[in-house]
Nanobody, 126 residues
Framework: QVQLVESGGGLVQAGGSLRLSCAAS????????MGWFRQAPGKEREFVAA????????YYADSVQGRFTISRDNAKNTVLLQMNSLKPEDTAVYYC???????????????????WGQGTQVTVSS
């Protein structure tokens, strides 16, 4: 059983930056692919970014490509999401998730992910 706790959310002006962190415990972190998803009010949860178990492969949603960077530190059991050039449409609750898939490619379907954090709110003002 893996527990995930997100932190780093907050209120920022458009064009600003935030760094989200997800701390994992209770499992072998290095065997999980990790993903970030988000859910805006009135919308379905959507894929944002993911990184495979080794950190050697990443994938991003088109809407964040070039602005967001996902990374992981297997020694510290953490995954980060650096968010730059934030836009009001990035406002959402951001969730960290763990996928037991150990393949090279990235899975973006939220239903493939086994464990979820409680989420952290990101609000971008215009």
């Amino acid at each position: 059983q893996v527990q995930l706790v997100e932190s780093g959310g907050g209120l920022v002006q458009a064009g600003g930056s935030l760094r989200l962190s997800c701390a994992a415990s209770g499992g072998t972190f290095s065997t999980y692919a990790m993903g970030w998803f988000r859910q805006a009010p009135g919308k379905e949860r959507e894929f944002v970014a993911a990184i495979n178990w080794s950190g050697g492969n990443t994938y991003y949603a088109d809407s964040v490509q070039g602005r967001f960077t996902i990374s992981r530190d297997n020694a510290k059991n953490t995954v980060l999401l650096q968010m730059n050039s934030l836009k009001p449409e990035d406002t959402a609750v951001y969730y960290c998730a763990a996928d037991s898939w150990t393949g090279w490619f990235i899975r973006i379907d939220q239903y493939e992910y086994d464990y979820w954090g409680q989420g952290t709110q990101v609000t971008v003002s215009s």
